[in-house]
């Protein structure tokens, strides 16, 4: 895997783009 991307980092863009997509369907 590569190793430049945080696992932190990806958690919050995941808890977003999540975030998002239920702000857009409401």
């Known amino acids: 895997s590569y ?3 945080p ?4 958690g ?3 808890v977003v ?3 998002m ?3 857009g369907r409401f």
């Open 3 to 5: 190793g430049y991307i």
């Open 17 to 19: 783009v999540l975030v």
């Open 7 to 10: 696992s932190s980092f990806a």
């Open 12 to 14: 919050v863009v995941l």
């Open 21 to 23: 997509f239920l702000i």
